[in-house]
Nanobody, 125 residues
Framework: QVQLVESGGGLVQAGASRRLSCAAS????????MGWFRQAPGKEREFVAA????????SYADSVKGRFSISRDNYKRTVELQLNSLKPEDTAVYYC??????????????????WGQGTQVTVSS
């Protein structure tokens, strides 16, 4: 098992940047591919980005491509999401998630086994 704790959320203005971090504990970190999801009020949880256990590949939702960047540090056991050029529609609770490592990335919430508690990002216009 792996335990995940997110941090870095907050209130920001449109156009600003924010960096979210997720710290993992428990099982060996490289046993997992990592993902970020978000959920806005009244909406389903949606895929944002994912990164392979080896950091070799990343994947992004079309809505964030070119603005967000996912990275991981396997020594520090962290995965981060850099959010740039934020828009009010990016407002959501952002969740870090882990899925058993494969050589390809997945983007459905049901594919992920472990979740953090979430961190709120609110973008004002």
């Amino acid at each position: 098992q792996v335990q995940l704790v997110e941090s870095g959320g907050g209130l920001v203005q449109a156009g600003a940047s924010r960096r979210l971090s997720c710290a993992a504990s428990g099982d060996t970190f490289t046993n997992y591919n990592m993902g970020w999801f978000r959920q806005a009020p009244g909406k389903e949880r949606e895929f944002v980005a994912a990164i392979l256990w080896s950091t070799r590949y990343t994947s992004y939702a079309d809505s964030v491509k070119g603005r967000f960047s996912i990275s991981r540090d396997n020594y520090k056991r962290t995965v981060e999401l850099q959010l740039n050029s934020l828009k009010p529609e990016d407002t959501a609770v952002y969740y870090c998630a882990a899925t058993l490592a494969r050589d390809y990335l997945v983007g459905r919430p049901d594919d992920y086994n472990y979740w953090g508690q979430g961190t709120q990002v609110t973008v004002s216009s």
